[in-house]
């Protein structure tokens, strides 16, 4: 192959990333498939691939596989293929489970620059004007009330949830119901609900707290299953 069939074949490799519905930590296609999808071949598809490492937008593990982003520092693999693995189900499954406790934990322990914050993660998703913004504001948000908890142990628990979040088995479902609801309701019930949260945690009233996260987790759950209010 001559250097310009291999920067060719980086140029295409960037522009089907960005063009495809992935996040950070979702694997890629086999070295097979993804040649062909890029139209090279897979020698010239590995040159690319060594470009995209060294660079820090993939890694790679031997016999694993190919996946976005930097190598995850600290984390092992059988962490990362467990949230690969996860499925939307198991995931609201435990945010039911977890974080309405997380929320009345909140209510007992959050001091004023807490309970500020979360005021503030309010605003910002009110002010979200498109999917990204919308879903940094929620991340932040659940973050905020996980912090506010005083626990590390919540607060990692929730911080993996929220990277399994980020699979593509969770986008596929989340990009059905984002088409449907829209920012309108990002910035409307789904921000009310998150301000009637923060009013029970400034009350320090944990079984309101408690409640009100139940409420908005359950409004997901039904957005997404597509049986019930959108969010």
Same mark, same amino acid.
């Given at each position: ?6 920067? +060719? ?6 522009? &089907? ?8 930590? +979702? ?5 097979? /498939? ?8 897979? $020698? ?14 993939? &890694? ?11 190598? =995850?520092?600290?984390? =092992?693999?059988? +962490? ?19 974080? =309405? $406790?997380?929320?009345?934990? *909140? ?12 005021? /503030? ?14 879903? $940094?504001? +929620?991340?932040?948000?659940?973050? *905020? ?24 088995? &969770?986008?596929? @479902?989340?990009?059905?119901?984002? /088409? ?12 009310? $609900? ?23 987790? @359950? ?13």
């Amino acid at each position: 192959m001559t250097r310009s069939s291999k920067g +060719d074949a980086l140029a295409r490799l960037r522009g &089907w990333i960005e063009s495809e519905p992935l996040s950070v930590g +979702d694997r890629l296609p086999a070295e097979r /498939r993804l040649a062909s999808r890029i139209g090279c071949s897979r $020698q010239t598809l590995r040159a690319a691939l060594d470009r995209l490492e060294a660079e820090g937008a993939i &890694w790679r593990h031997v016999g694993q596989g190919t996946f976005l982003g930097r190598r =995850p520092a600290g984390r =092992p693999l059988r +962490d990362r293929l467990l949230i690969e693995a996860t499925s939307p189900r198991d995931l609201m499954d435990a945010r039911l489970l977890l974080e =309405p $406790q997380v929320a009345a934990a *909140a209510a007992r322990r959050a001091g004023s620059a807490d309970i500020a914050l979360l005021e /503030r993660c309010v605003s910002a998703g009110r002010a979200a004007r498109d999917r990204a913004s919308c879903e $940094q504001a +929620d991340s932040a948000f659940h973050g *905020a009330v996980a912090g506010a908890a005083q626990n590390p142990v919540l607060s990692a628990l929730l911080s993996y949830l929220s990277d399994a979040r980020r699979r593509a088995a &969770w986008q596929r @479902e989340w990009d059905q119901t984002y /088409r449907r609801i829209g920012v309108a309701e990002f910035t409307g019930l789904h921000s009310d $609900q998150h301000a009637d949260i923060v009013t029970a945690i400034g009350r320090r009233d944990p079984e309101a707290a408690e409640a009100a996260m139940r409420r908005h987790l @359950e409004t997901i759950d039904a957005a997404i299953s597509a049986k019930g209010p959108s969010i």
